[in-house]
């Protein structure tokens, strides 16, 4: 971090061997003159403690002008205007510094920078606080890794921290979350005025499709009958419900994790009663739902194709409107939405019954790696 000249003030300090700082600092604290507006500074052997009052300093018992040097020391202002990730990197070496042990450059290069909110949750990166040195130090000594965790979570101003993990590679997207601080991962929270429930070590939230869960929800589904055929927890499901006002959704999930959360999710809503959860593989739950939708949702990735076929034949007759999600090379999503309208166009027309297969947009939802978009064609079938 780059140090702000304008933030550096002349202080009175109190000197002292960083082998007794952490004993000076709570004395300091003890006797009200320690002045908590400016940062203590690292400076080599010795750190500088702010104080307020010299002259009283003078005066304590364990005072003594030969062990102590003060003098006006140019400090930093704790700046209230910092981003959390800065806080969390000033704070840590303060707490440091004042148990006089030294902490290395790479451990407060290893402090989360980035993190996910979900209201007094936050979820960090699974690299962070833990770097080899970093569990070194924390090995074993469980009341400094409380302190830790508790400084970061002052920072970000959450009551709870999980660390992320690797999504599941299983069909059902479980997720490897762990909670650091804090025993529960049940969160509810709003976004775009629809409510959201889940416990987020046991299903994962893809945050990263916020774009497309709101632009399905200001699509007008008054009247139409639904299926989300990957319904997860809701993230379209609910939308569809609150927002878009479909008459009926039928959200097929087979994750018992997301099935709770999706009923709780609904309960929050109170958009029950028009919702049917259909539990168990949509292979063979779509089959179930021939014929009576005017709009379906493919939302998986990397590819919904597995389910094109069935979703047609879960139209009705007047046909409707097909959401596919799909993973693309950038340079080929052309090439492939036309393959997929003549996919579509074989079975829909060819076999069974409808007139015409027209795309009616693409929709760039996001980079899903290097090269690679997630998407979604709204595919109109009459
Ligand atoms: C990517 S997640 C949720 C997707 C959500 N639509 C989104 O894009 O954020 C896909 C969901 O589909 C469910 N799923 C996967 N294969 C399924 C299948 N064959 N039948 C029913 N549900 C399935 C998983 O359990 C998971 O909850």
Redesign the pocket.
Known sequence: MTEDTNLQNDVFSILVDKTIASLIHQRLIEENLLDYRFKIKDIGKQVAIPIVNLEYLKQLDWFDDDSFITKIVKLEMKNSNQIPAEKIVSQISEFFIQKSTPISEEMLDNLPKKWEMFNDLAIIPNDSVNSLEWRRVLANDESLTKKIWEIIAECINVSRIARQAEIAVD???SSQVKMIKGNSGEVEFVDNGVKFWLDVTK????SG?VT??HRIGEINMDGEIVI??????G??TLPMLVRSNAKHVYA????PN?IMALRHGAELNQVLDRLTIVE????E?LQSLTGIADRL?L???PSSQ?TWKLAINCLKSTGGIIHI?MNVKESEIEDFSDQCIAELNKYAVNQCGFENVSLQHVEKVKWYAPHIRHIVLDVAIR
């Open positions: 069909k059902i997207r299903v994962m939230f893809s499709n497309e869960r989300d055929a990957f319904a997860g927890i993230y379209y097929c999930e087979m994750n997301s168990g593989d949509n292979q739950t949702h939302g998986i990735l597995s999600h």
